[in-house]
């Protein structure tokens, strides 16, 4: 039994490698460290991107998996090759679509894209396949890159007492990445209001979340593109990103319109006038009234 | 169990054999450029020594009669700890170093060298948004550096910008940045920006093609025909070139042309391509307008607003204001999907 077991394995493997060994095509494979899993415990299976020698700077696809045989415990997007991502890497049922851009274009080997941290709950074998994927060359024109298959062979062996999880992770001791946010406004988006942009990268853990303040408020969970709530951008606006180990770094947009202590006093001066007059206006009307009456 | 694996095995042949697999032979020409790493104790080819390699060198070896040589921070020898034969302290750090045992360098940075063209803007982008920017010398040498980064891959691009506005292409590679050394990319070679007098030019009469590169480097013109063509002009020593190509020997229709540049064994890759048509009539080219294709808010740059606008419809409908936005700027086939984003990636700026 172990020894088909193996014969079957090898026999998918060579397979599968002179596919791959036999085409020059780019392609996005899923690659783990660890080998085998045993059920019940995590590990981590890398994506990459293989350009083949081509310069690429778009890249899109779904990992498949089988859902009954694996629990998606993390996925991890720190220190990813994709600058900007359209569709950040997000669990689904036994898939993650994903897609994402490289400005300048991209050329390498193995260029981590993401990871995936699973659990195995049933032993047998088991394929990681990146499907419907889409490997565009960096020309000005998003020419579609020779797109080559190359699935990940599992063994997926039963619990073993004692075997610990497997999920090595870098460590992360810095905050994310400096940057910049940027106050907007376009009339293909939001009506015409304006709108905040704001990207950045964590080299280790990767970017959990982001938070948005604006004047003094409190600090709200955010994503880019952000409305602003306070149309007039007359207050410093701070974006915070924070990684997934809890580091976070803060970005202010200093009020371009912001008003002066002046106009500030000017205004509540206006505000005591009108209020002055009002009340001097009423105080006459009822006035007349009670003399009339 | 070895049924179910049978069968399984049997699928996946079956997927194999439907799934063939289609060949491409498609190939890049790209720029040489060389990365050392200062501080992370290998000897590189722009280094004397390397924190604690000395390159097989020693005190005895450089000259003095004895003592201990060490590295310095920049990664030159530091000889101030060398004796002569008189038994007297050496002459001091070769690179400027001092101090006795050997120092670790504590500040992570980047350092970016290369040529541009002659006082031109050089931009540098750390994950697509700009970082730092520089300005070339006459000789449109360059070098600038970054630091406050951490261990990680990150995406550089540097792009030049001549005197007249026009942008190079965005010239990007990956470096691994370590903690605490000196990242220095050297040999960057930007490529020439490049534009045509005339977008439509009458078969046999003269086109000029023109722009700015390093100065009296050899420009050489790649014109997209049947058969490729290369030109090759040389530019004057303020950088600038100009190439009047006859016509007669193109086809009638739809033509490109790039440029690149060589000078002292040192290349640039081929920079933006300007299209042109061979026809019946000249027609003057409007002035270039740096980033027209994915500058969908017309502000002259395609950066991260630009993405986020068109990420705000990606796989919407899209309104008919957008959808002109999108003809225009982007592919045009009346949607947003992923080849619309690759062409922003291919033009942008940051």
Known sequence: MQLFKKISLTLLATMFLMRAGAVSAASIFAETETAPFHVGSSYVVDVFLDTENEDVNAVEGTLVFPAESFDVEAIRDGNSTVTFWIQRPQAGTGKIAFSGIIPGGHVGEKSFLFSVVVRPLRAGVAFFQVQEEQILLHDGKGTQASANARPLILEVAEQVVGEGDVTYEKADLDAPETFVPVVSRDPNMFEGKYFLVFATQDKASGIDHYEVREGGGAYVTAESPYLLQNQNVNEDISVKAVDKKGHARVATVFAAKKQSSYQKYATLAMMVLIGFLLGRTLSRVLSRRKQGS | ?350
Request: glycine share 12%.
């Open chain 2, 1 to 350: 169990m070895s049924r179910v694996l049978a069968r399984f095995s049997a699928l996946i042949f079956a997927v194999w054999l439907v799934v063939f697999p289609v060949v491409t032979s498609a190939s890049t020409i790209s720029a040489r450029i060389r990365i050392s790493v200062c501080g992370n104790t290998i000897t590189e080819w722009d280094e004397e020594c390397d924190v604690t390699d000395l390159n097989g060198q020693s005190c005895q070896s450089q000259g003095f009669g004895g003592g201990t040589l060490s590295c310095d921070p920049s990664c030159s020898f530091d000889t101030s700890l060398c004796t002569t034969s008189s038994g007297s302290v050496g002459g001091g750090a070769t690179g400027g170093g001092g101090g006795g045992a050997t120092t670790v360098p504590v500040v992570t940075q980047v350092t970016f060298s290369g040529r541009a063209y002659p006082l031109s803007k050089v931009v540098v982008l750390k994950d697509g948004q700009v970082a730092v920017s520089t300005i070339a010398g006459p000789d449109a040498r360059f070098e600038v550096s970054l630091t406050g980064l951490a261990t990680g891959n990150y995406a550089f691009g540097i792009y030049g910008e001549d005197a007249t506005g026009l942008h190079s292409a965005l010239f990007s590679f990956p470096v691994y940045i370590t903690n605490g050394a000196t990242t220095r990319v050297s040999g960057i070679f930007i490529a020439p920006t490049i534009s045509a007098d005339k977008s439509e030019v009458k078969r046999g009469d003269n086109i000029a093609i023109f722009g700015r590169t390093a100065p009296n480097s050899e420009v050489t013109l790649a014109v997209n025909s049947e058969n490729e063509l290369f030109y090759s002009v040389n530019a004057d020593a303020t950088g600038a070139y100009l190439y009047t190509l006859n016509t007669a020997v193109l086809e009638a229709g739809s033509h490109s042309t790039q440029a690149k540049s060589a000078l002292e064994e040192e290349a640039s890759p081929f920079g933006k391509t300007v299209g042109f048509v061979v026809g019946t009539k000249n027609v003057t080219a409007l002035p270039d307008v740096v980033g027209v294709k994915g500058d969908v808010n017309g502000d002259g740059k395609v950066n991260l607003v630009d993405f986020s606008i068109v990420a705000y419809w990606y796989q919407r409908e899209l309104s008919a204001e957008f959808r002109v936005v999108e003809k225009e700027q982007l592919n045009g086939d009346g949607k947003v999907n992923l080849v619309d984003f690759s062409i922003m990636a291919y033009h942008w700026s940051g």
